[in-house]
């Protein structure tokens, strides 16, 4: 299945499409992409299992020209239609504003595709300053910052509101 936004694809992960398997774990090697990507991809994909109504699954490969650049990562939709989305740019196509393109087409994807999605957010690590600038310029607001569980970096929260 393919998912044509404005210029990008999305792509459903498929752990046996071996292209996309070698992707995805070669990012999971990325200190800032590794908590969003357990050790196994099976785990990582049960993370997410009762999500299937939206947008098909949990996790989905964003490609541009058939290069695979980035993931995303439906982590969960709450009864107040707010959506967790995770996201992470593969480090060749960092500095090069796919992030930014990824965070602008694919909420505009959700919003107008989704009515029952009222909310977007993000969960950002304080130290990521890549990521939260791609967040700014895709007109993500910041909300609030609270501990991180695992580490003692800060977590910021990114919202998008649907017009």
Request: aromatic share 12%; with cysteine; charged share 30%.
């Amino acid at each position: 299945m393919n998912m044509k936004m404005n210029h990008l694809i999305i792509t459903e992960y498929c752990s046996t499409d071996k292209r996309k398997y070698r992707f995805v774990k070669d990012m999971s090697e990325d200190p800032l992409v590794r908590h969003f990507v357990s050790n196994s991809m099976e785990e990582w994909l049960e993370d997410s299992e009762g999500l299937q109504e939206v947008l098909v699954g949990p996790a989905y490969i964003i490609e541009d020209e058939r290069k695979l650049i980035g993931f995303i990562r439906l982590a969960f939709l709450d009864s107040d239609g707010t959506l967790n989305l995770h996201y992470a740019v593969h480090p060749n196509y960092r500095k090069q504003h796919y992030g930014t393109k990824i965070l602008q087409e694919t909420s505009q994807y959700i919003f107008k595709n989704f009515s029952n999605i009222k909310k977007i957010e993000l969960y950002i690590k304080e130290i990521n300053t890549g990521s939260i600038k791609c967040a700014e310029h895709a007109n993500f607001i910041y909300e609030k910052d609270f501990p991180s569980r695992k580490d003692d970096c800060k977590i910021r929260i990114y919202q998008k509101i649907r017009n």
